[in-house]
């Protein structure tokens, strides 16, 4: 269930850049035939930077499927990619930078090994302890 939505949110990542890559593609073409001078030559560096960010953000959403193409249904002794920390108030899924997600009634922070608590999480085991902005937790099951 997690993963799948880490799937879909990286999916929609991806084909919101591509739209826009296709919508700003339009519009140049649009402005090639309409405009002329100083206009013409601004609009087309506006468009190019609007067409450098969707690109940024398409090559952001396909890293994020190459980082959850790593996940395998193998279960760890460690927290690590793919694993789903539980602790006495949280459940933690480290995979991609997503947040907070409520899915079935419950919360998960959906966040990526490199982030601050994913590093401070990284290879702990079951019951051991961590302490993440001044709060003290520890970890009840890993799956």
């Known amino acids: 269930m997690l993963l799948a939505y880490c799937h879909t949110f990286a999916d929609h990542r991806i084909a919101s850049a591509r739209q826009a890559m296709n919508d700003i593609q339009q519009s140049a073409n649009q402005e090639e035939k309409s405009s002329a001078g100083d206009k013409y030559e601004t609009g087309r560096a506006m468009m190019q930077l609007e067409r450098d960010k969707a690109a940024r953000q398409l090559e ?42 409520k899915l079935d009634d419950v919360e998960y922070l959906i966040i990526a090994p490199q982030s601050p608590l994913g590093k401070v999480v990284a ?15 520890m970890i009840s099951k890993i799956l």
Not at 67 to 95: E, H, P
Not at 123 to 137: L, M, Q, W
């Open 123 to 137: 290879n702990k085991t079951v019951d051991e302890t961590f302490v993440f902005n001044g709060e003290s937790e």
């Open 60 to 101: 952001e959403g396909l890293k994020l499927k190459q980082t959850l193409s790593q996940i395998t249904d193998q279960r760890m002794n460690r927290a690590g990619l793919g694993s789903l920390v539980i602790t006495r108030s949280k459940f933690i899924f480290l995979a991609i930078g997503i947040g907070k997600v």
